[in-house]
């Protein structure tokens, strides 16, 4: 048997076993999705009595009518944005709002084959829970036809609070940038014609689009919005170092302890650009890796040599998880990152003044790297309605 025909088979037990599963959850059928709205809207009203009444009532009215071609589908942790405590409003586009039923369907998209031009490539092939949604080891990811890029993927936690996408921030929303890994020959290597086809074959997505979107016709602006919605609900604020914000001062070492006012402080001040909950400005910097870069980062966007070797700060939240590190990969452990840091960069002409020689102890960087270990999120990286629905 072939390796093509091995993997098919697989994905048809995948399928039936999918299938097999008895519906538990009662479904809204397709004229009622605007009522998923209906309860959301009503649950950000600061009411005790609204908050648990209305959306039960609404469930007994409407459970009545569900129908069978839906209810088909099989369960899933009904799927929620959860913000933790202290972490803002994640910020979702007047046009694309967030429904349970389309953050569903792009559970389904993001772990599907069908995603990528020969049906072997999902999002999760270089996204992996297990690593923050990271691809762990890979300097670069290798995408379906077997070719990688330059660049180290990035984690997909925590994105509801950002503004842009990508090292060097180009895309400008989640919707916009759900499409470029689709198209990229290096990725998943697909065209619009060929995913819709693809996913129009298989029976499993027309009832989960008819609950997203009122109807099952397939485009590309519906599965960008799926994932979009998917990726808001990948929210990561329940580490140690959290439970230490909240108050349990015995969450965390007295290393991390120490690494936490290393980092925080007026002469480290690593906390400059990896700020705020989720430890990113979300601003451009070069962090001095380099002399000459061999890639450019914002310069390629804007054509300014003053953004040389420029990326986007990238968040710290998992980073025990997602080695290896920096736009490249090009440092394979924290320890490694810690001593770059020490020495103060390559002093190229774009690089931050805030990075210069910082004569840290060996002591004084393993307690930074203990404080980095604490933002680590063990449960983000097992949460049920995160993984993956196929298995
Ligand atoms: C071949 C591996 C690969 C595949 C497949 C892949 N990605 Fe990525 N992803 C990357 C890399 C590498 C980057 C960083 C690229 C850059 O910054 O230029 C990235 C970046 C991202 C970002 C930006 C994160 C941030 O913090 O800015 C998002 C969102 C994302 N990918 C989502 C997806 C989705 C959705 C899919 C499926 C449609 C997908 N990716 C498929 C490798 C991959
Ligand atoms: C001037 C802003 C700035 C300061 C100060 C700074 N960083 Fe960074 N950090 C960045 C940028 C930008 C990157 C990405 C650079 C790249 O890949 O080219 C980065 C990357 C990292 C990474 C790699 C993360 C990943 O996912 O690849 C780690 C870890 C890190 N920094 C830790 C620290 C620590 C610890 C300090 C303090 C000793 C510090 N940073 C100080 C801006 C800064």
Not at 273 to 297: K, Q, V
Not at 316 to 326: D, E, S
Request: aromatic share 10%.
């Amino acid at each position: 048997m072939s390796q093509a025909d091995i993997q098919e088979r697989a994905r048809v037990r995948r399928l039936q076993k999918f299938l097999k599963k008895p519906p538990q959850l009662c479904v809204l059928p397709t004229r009622f999705s605007s009522v998923i709205d209906l309860i959301q809207v009503l649950q950000s009203v600061p009411s005790r009595s609204l908050i648990l009444a209305v959306p039960a009532l609404l469930a007994s009215i409407f459970c009545a009518s569900c129908q069978q071609n839906v209810a088909d589908i099989a369960p899933l942790d009904p799927p929620k944005i959860s913000i933790p405590p202290g972490f803002p409003q994640p910020f979702v586009p007047a046009d694309d709002p967030w429904t349970p039923a389309k953050t569903e369907l792009g559970r389904y998209l993001f772990y599907s084959p069908e995603l990528s031009g020969n049906e072997q490539f999902s999002c999760a092939s270089c996204h992996k829970m297990s690593a923050a949604f990271c691809d762990p080891g890979q300097h670069w990811s290798f995408g379906s036809t077997g070719q990688h890029g330059s660049r180290n993927t990035l984690s997909l936690l925590n994105l509801a609070y950002d503004t842009c996408f990508f090292w060097d921030g180009r895309a400008k929303s989640l919707e916009e940038q759900a499409l470029e890994p689709i198209f990229n020959p290096i990725e998943l290597d697909n065209d619009s014609a060929t995913l819709i086809l693809h996913v129009k074959r298989n029976s499993l997505f027309s009832p989960l689009f008819i609950r997203a979107f009122g109807s099952d016709s397939v485009t590309m602006t519906r599965i960008a919005q799926a994932l979009a919605s998917f990726e808001r609900t990948l929210i990561s604020g329940t580490s140690a170092y959290d439970a230490f914000r909240l108050g349990d001062s015995e969450a965390i070492s007295e290393s991390a302890k120490r690494g936490l006012a290393l980092f925080s402080s007026k002469s480290i001040n690593c906390i400059a650009c990896h700020s705020g909950i989720n430890f990113t400005d979300n601003g451009y910097h070069s962090n001095g890796l380099d002399l000459h870069y061999l890639d450019a980062g914002l310069e390629n966007l804007t054509n300014d040599p003053d953004d040389n070797g420029k990326f986007r700060t990238p968040t710290l939240r998992n980073v025990a998880l997602t080695a290896p590190y920096m736009h490249d990969g090009r440092f394979s452990t924290l320890e490694q990152v810690l001593d770059f840091y020490n020495r103060g960069g390559m002093h190229n002409p774009t690089q931050d003044s805030l990075i210069h020689p910082l004569e840290l102890s060996g002591q004084q960087m393993e307690d930074i790297i203990a404080f980095l270990a604490t933002l680590t999120d063990s449960t983000c990286i097992s949460r049920n309605s995160f993984s993956n629905p196929f298995q």
